[in-house]
């Protein structure tokens, strides 16, 4: 089945950078939906950024004018570039894929990473 391998967490003092990777593991799929979600305490699960199948780019309007989300050298590794980041940023971000069409929502992607940390200090 389909694995999703996160790596680039950490943490970083407000304004730095840090830069997430997503790979798919254990299956070949001709297209995929991609994106990065987000959760921290008290708050609902929230899209960040996401590839879709044709190709469109989509990400999060609180965010897009620090983030940009591109593809990998691997096909269908999802990468998240974050600047300028804030501790409002800090949470855990998932790794979501789906196999088949897929909106910007979590209730649509069925394959999810761990999740990797980011705590961005004040």
């Known amino acids: 089945q389909l694995q999703l391998v996160e790596s680039g967490g950490g943490s970083v003092e407000a304004g730095g950078t840090l830069t997430l990777s997503c790979a798919p593991a254990?299956?070949?799929?001709?297209?995929?939906?991609m994106g990065w979600f987000r959760q921290s305490p008290g708050k609902e699960r929230e899209g960040v950024a996401a590839?879709?199948?044709?190709?469109?780019?989509r990400v999060a309007e609180s965010v897009k004018d620090r983030f940009t989300v591109s593809q990998g050298r691997t096909k269908n590794t999802l990468i998240l570039r974050m600047t300028n980041l804030s501790p409002e940023d800090s949470g855990i971000y998932y790794c979501?894929?789906?196999?088949?069409?897929?909106?910007?929502?979590?209730?649509?992607?069925?394959?999810w990473g761990q999740g990797t940390q980011v705590n961005v200090s004040s």
């Open positions: 590839i879709l199948s044709d190709g469109r780019m």
């Open positions: 254990g299956y070949s799929y001709n297209d995929l939906c």
């Open positions: 979501a894929a789906e196999v088949t069409a897929c909106g910007f929502t979590p209730a649509d992607f069925g394959y």
